[in-house]
């Protein structure tokens, strides 16, 4: 157990699950805290400061997407909602309330660190905002300040709401952003529901970037949720 | 005859009838089971009911049943006042009644309350306006329909069929009566006897309590010769209850008894005010004889229907015999003595009762008398005549029918100015015409006017036409003398045709509109018949009914179906144009709960604006028809025949629609059966097998980890997860199964481009579809198609997931799809082995297996496809391709208008620079 390692708070009931997150986090360097209930969990994050919180939706004397909520409200600390509940609405639900990423149950360790890694990250990020002008992420290299998007040498010309949605999935890569969000961040509060005109500009987004526009390698749809940029 | 079956069976063997014991058995449970009526019944107020009956509750209290007092009127005596303390005594219910406030018995409360013994004082007392019931004893049957014990008092000269006799004994009419089949009901009939010169007595000494009107008839009332006459009626009507209750017994201990077998009573009952004394001395005669007994009228058909204080009168006297327990029946024919005759041979009816005739004998010269014809071809049967009451001329003669009837100015007019013409013209041409001519004109007028106008218009225009020829035509003209007294005759003549005319006119048009009338019900009926063909289930029967119901019978209807409790108000589904309120829904809620019409013009809740028709079928009640109409329900029998017929049809219709749901309940309880034992079993199989796998390496790896080397704990390792994979498969495909099958995911159909929902299908397969070869051939113009893109991802998913499982890995797979016609067909096809011939449509079915299945199927991924499609209304097929292989076509309608192309109207494509 590292004591420089990011503290990690478990909100989940069965204690099987805790202690296999336990085991699987202790292992990476993380420092763990763990609840069993809503109350608990909430008592914990004001408490120990968690850098990301796991939280199970459905907690015996409270739900999920209330906590996050609550902690909404003062906090900007990485959520990711592990839940057995596999339904989009779900998933909307609890993202659009504020949580960063959703983990369906079951789930292998490795996809867990993963979303945890890009949490953390993420978190890092959006603490220094303006950051680095230019971002990259595998093949894809955007220059914010001379607003121009190659894809390795090849240059890409995107309009700019194609441009705006690309930055957008590129700042969060690797993280689920819902229909609401992006539209939200791209077009404005009052364009939340036109999700079809999202449709049709990722189409034609992927059209310009991907190799492959029916086997996406860049730009990933969580089919009824979102969409997400794959990081590497 | 009802004991036919009985007498047969005992005639052969003296031993019961196995079905008639039966029926008894039944009854007998019935009777024990059901609530109990005790009458306390004596012959004058003064005798002690009210007292013995407190006296009998107050030992019965005292032996802890539950007694409770709902009404009782002490009269403000003191020792009966003694005897309701320690009693229970309900609240009274106010109820203001023109101003003034009255304390009645609280129905609602008692039938709350619900005490094992009510009692309730006064059984013929009539309630308050506004109450549930006009009466009480239609309270107290209430009560014993709802399981409580009813204990009550009446005197003898309120019991309906004793009415006139203690009227003509005493000179004093009691307007209060209780029906017999209340007595009859009766389990048990407790006498309260006094002698007279007892009661006397008392009644000097202030002890009996009067009521305020009754004080002026006292002197009539109380007179020895009368309570001697009253007594000895009370003693007669209790031993005859007595005499029953023998021959009931006699008759359950399979006696053979005496009395006279198979007797039966007609009695001819006819819209005369007479009838009714006619009817309760029938009553009486039966009940002596303890003979069945059946109020027959016969009605002429259509033409002679009767006008309408008649009308009244005769229903009146039909309900009377009814609340005396007679059956009645009406019968149809132009010769009533025929149809009587005919009725009682059908029936073995013994006797028949009339009533004396009061007409004139001319009468019987002109139209045929019943009487004698009645006689003449009664036969074996015999026929007693009864006096009319002449007391019954208490009832006014009735009102001719045009005096309701608006005066016809109109037709007057036009019989006025059509004799006038005829006049002037006959003045004016008096040259050319000879008088005959003028009659036959002025007989033309009467006609013209009796066709046009009717019937007193043209007696009027008879009337006046032989005025004006007298006046004009006959000399000496101007007068109304008349010389010549031959011109009597022609006077006499015209006014006879006229009269005929104007008669037969009159019966024209009355059977015209008879036969209209006829016409809307039958064309009503029969439209109603064709819309319920149609109808498939029970809310668009009701809808259907009352739609109809409210064009027939002129006014709002609703048919209120049962519902879940907490679905609806008082628990009704209401369809229609009428929106019951909180009133009309109790009143519904009686009909439907007692199976019997109530509110407006019936006899529950007559005060409420809606009457409400059970819908019984059998002993079940299937809803209630609510009419909210602007008059009352019309009550002649043609129309009671046709809501009759009405309430068969939605009631025939609404079981049809029940039958078919409970029909398909079960198929779908059937199917659903059949699916969980398969279900049961392939999950047992299915679960247990990787459960297996990873329950032996988990332990292997838990038990023996040193001797294992690094390579085999890799392997270990590796079937858990793989293993634990296969497992989340399947419990994912079971709950998406699931979640279809349960028919409550409707697809959320979006526009969205194809390219999105295949790209995330293969998004989702990458690692499954790791090194196998697949091509996508979707058309750049393929425009937005409107489906739920979650569920057609699964369907990529398993299709793909499908043709990699059973097609070895060097197999190309490929993936089409184009947009024609609105509808979107897909494609996915592999060169596989294909499909074992005849497999086409069974690998669509529930955990059916291919022979090529590798590991990991569990037989749902096709079932969920084609529960997907077909969720879009579409189609999906399997074949074997030429050149080898199989393939999934699936074809779906997708809407027209599909937005093509990147164009979404009116969404800003330019954003600010500087926001960017």
């Avoid at chain 2, 045009?402 to 005829?422: F, I, K, S």
């Avoid at chain 2, 199964?737 to 697809?747: D, F, H, I, Y």
């Avoid at chain 2, 998004?763 to 893109?789: C, N």
Wanted: charged share 25%; proline share 6%; glycine share 10%.
């Amino acid at each position: 157990m590292s004591e420089e390692g990011p503290r990690v708070l478990i909100v989940e009931d069965e204690p099987e699950v805790r202690r296999f997150l336990r085991t699987a986090l202790d292992v990476q360097g993380f420092r763990v805290v763990e609840a069993a209930t809503a109350k608990e969990g909430l008592a914990a994050a004001t408490t120990y400061n968690p850098e990301v919180i796991l939280l199970d939706l459905g907690l015996p004397d409270g739900d999920g997407i209330e906590i996050t909520r609550k902690v909404r409200e003062w906090s900007r600390v990485p959520i990711i909602v592990i839940s057995a509940r596999g339904r989009e609405d779900d998933k909307v639900g609890a993202l659009d309330a504020g949580a960063d990423d959703y983990l369906t149950k079951p789930f292998g360790v490795n996809e867990l660190l993963a979303r945890v890694r890009v949490a953390l990250r993420h978190a890092v990020q959006s603490a220094s905002p303006g950051g680095d002008p230019v971002l990259e992420i595998g093949t894809l290299r955007i220059d914010q300040s001379r607003r121009e998007v190659r894809i390795g040498e090849r240059e890409v010309k995107l309009t700019p709401i194609e441009y705006r949605l690309l930055v957008l999935l590129a700042r969060n890569a690797g993280k689920v952003l819902t229909h609401r969000q992006i539209l939200r961040e791209v077009w404005g509060p009052p364009y939340v529901g036109e999700v079809q005109y999202l449709r049709v500009f990722m189409a034609q987004l992927r059209r310009k970037v991907e190799a492959e526009p029916a086997r996406p390698r860049l730009l990933l749809t969580e089919q009824g949720v979102g969409y997400r940029l794959r990081e590497g | 005859m009802a004991n036919g079956r009985e007498d047969e069976g005992m005639d052969d063997e003296r031993r019961p009838d196995p079905d008639a014991l039966l029926r008894r058995v039944q009854a007998e449970e019935a009777r024990r089971t059901r609530a109990r009526l005790r009458i306390y019944f004596g012959y004058s107020p003064g005798v002690g009911k009210t007292f013995t009956m407190l006296e009998v509750a107050r030992r019965l209290r005292a032996d802890g049943t539950d007694v409770v007092v709902g009404g009782v009127e002490t009269h403000g005596r003191q020792e009966t006042a003694e005897l309701l303390k320690g009693l229970e005594v309900l609240p009274r219910r106010a109820v203001e009644y023109r101003g003034t406030l009255q304390q009645e018995f609280d129905l609602d409360g008692a039938l709350a309350r619900k005490p094992k013994v009510l009692l309730l004082d006064e059984l013929a007392h009539t309630n308050a306006e506004g109450s549930r019931h006009p009466k009480r004893w239609q309270d107290a049957i209430e009560l014993l329909e709802a399981g409580i014990d009813v204990w009550t008092t009446l005197n003898v000269q309120h019991v309906e069929s004793l009415n006139d006799v203690v009227a003509q004994i005493t000179f004093v009419r009691v307007r209060e009566t209780v029906p017999d089949a209340v007595l009859d009901r009766a389990d048990e009939i407790e006498l309260v006897d006094l002698p007279p010169d007892q009661l006397l007595e008392r009644l000097r000494e202030g002890k009996v309590y009067l009521p305020e009107q009754a004080r002026r008839a006292v002197d009539n009332f109380f007179r020895r010769g009368n309570l001697l006459a009253l007594r000895e009626l009370a003693l007669r009507r209790t031993a005859e209850r007595v005499d029953a209750d023998v021959a009931a017994y006699r008759h359950q201990h399979e006696i053979r008894s005496t009395w006279a077998a198979g007797e039966r009573i007609l009695v001819c009952v006819g819209p005369s005010p007479t009838s009714a004394s006619l009817i309760r001395g029938g009553r009486r005669m039966a009940a002596g004889l303890r003979a069945p007994w059946v109020a027959a009228y016969v009605e002429a058909p259509g033409a002679f229907a009767l006008t309408g204080p008649d009308r009244d009168r005769l229903q009146a006297n039909l309900r009377l015999a009814e609340s005396l327990g007679g059956e009645v029946v009406r019968l149809t024919g132009a010769g009533a003595s025929e149809e009587i005759l005919r009725y009682a041979r059908e029936h073995n009816v013994t006797r028949i009762v009339v009533g004396k005739p009061t007409h004139r004998r001319w009468r019987d010269v002109l139209r045929g008398s019943f009487v004698s014809e009645l006689v003449r071809g009664s036969g074996t049967i015999e026929v007693h005549f009864i006096s009319g009451d002449e007391g019954g001329a208490e009832e006014p003669p009735a009102p001719r029918e045009t005096a309701a009837r608006p005066v016809d100015w109109l037709g007057y007019g036009m019989a006025v100015a059509g004799v006038a013409a005829v006049a002037g013209l006959g003045v004016a041409l008096r040259d050319v015409l000879a008088m005959p001519d003028v009659a036959v004109l002025f007989l033309l007028v009467i006609m013209v006017v009796a066709a046009r106008c009717g019937r007193w218009p043209a007696l009027a225009a008879a009337a006046l036409s032989v005025a004006a020829y007298d006046f004009c035509f006959v000399p000496p003209f101007y007068t109304m003398t008349v010389h010549d007294t031959r011109h009597f005759l022609t006077f006499g003549m015209m006014f006879a045709v006229g009269l005929v005319i104007s008669a037969l006119v009159d019966l024209l048009r009355r059977q015209e509109r008879a036969a209209r009338a006829r016409e809307a019900r039958t064309a009503a009926l029969h439209a109603l018949s064709r819309e319920l063909v149609g109808a498939t289930d029970a809310r668009q029967v009701a809808r259907i009914a009352a739609r109809q119901a409210g064009a027939a019978l002129g006014g709002e209807a609703a048919v209120l179906l049962p519902g879940a409790p907490g679905n609806a108000p008082l628990g009704f589904v209401a369809e229609g144009a009428f929106r019951p309120g909180d009133n009309a829904l109790s009143v519904a809620r009686w009909a439907f709960d007692h199976g019997r019409p109530a509110g407006r013009g019936t006899d529950t809740l007559p005060g409420s604006p809606a009457i409400c028709f059970p819908l019984l079928s059998g002993t079940r009640t299937l809803g209630v028809l609510a009419v909210h109409a602007a008059s009352n329900p019309p009550d002649d029998p043609e129309s009671r025949s046709h809501i009759d017929a009405f309430l068969r049809q939605t009631t025939l219709a609404l079981e049809r629609a029940r039958f078919e749901e409970e029909a398909q309940a079960a198929a779908l309880r059937a199917r659903t059966e059949e699916m969980r034992s398969s279900l049961l079993s392939a999950v047992s199989h299915d679960l247990r097998t990787p459960l297996a796998a990873i329950t032996g390496a988990a332990t292997t790896l838990r038990d023996d980890p040193e001797r294992l080397d690094s390579r085999q704990r890799r392997e270990l390792t590796e079937t858990i997860c793989g293993e634990a994979e296969r497992m989340g498969r399947l419990i994912g495909n079971l709950l998406d199964m699931m979640r279809l099958e349960s028919g409550r995911v409707a697809p959320r159909r979006e526009w969205v481009p194809l390219e999105d929902v295949v790209g995330s299908a293969l998004g989702r397969l990458e690692s499954r579809l790791e090194g196998r070869d697949l091509r996508t051939d979707l058309p750049d113009d393929l425009p937005l198609v409107a489906i739920d893109p979650v569920l057609f991802e699964q369907l990529f998913v398993n299709l793909l997931e499908n043709a990699a499982r059973h097609t070895p890995r060097e197999a190309l797979i490929e993936l089409r799809a184009r947009v024609a016609d609105g509808r979107l067909e897909v494609e996915v096809a592999d060169r596989g082995p294909g499909l074992p011939p005849g497999e086409e449509e069974r690998v669509f079915e529930k955990f059916h297996r291919g022979p090529h299945a590798g590991a990991g199927g569990v037989g749902l991924g096709l079932p969920i496809c084609r529960a997907i499609v077909e969720a879009h209304g579409g189609t999906i097929a399997a074949a074997n391709r030429e050149g080898g292989g199989a393939s999934f076509r699936i074809v779906v309608p997708v809407g027209a208008g599909s937005v093509t192309g990147p164009d979404p109207g009116g969404l800003p494509d330019v954003l600010p620079e500087a926001k960017a």
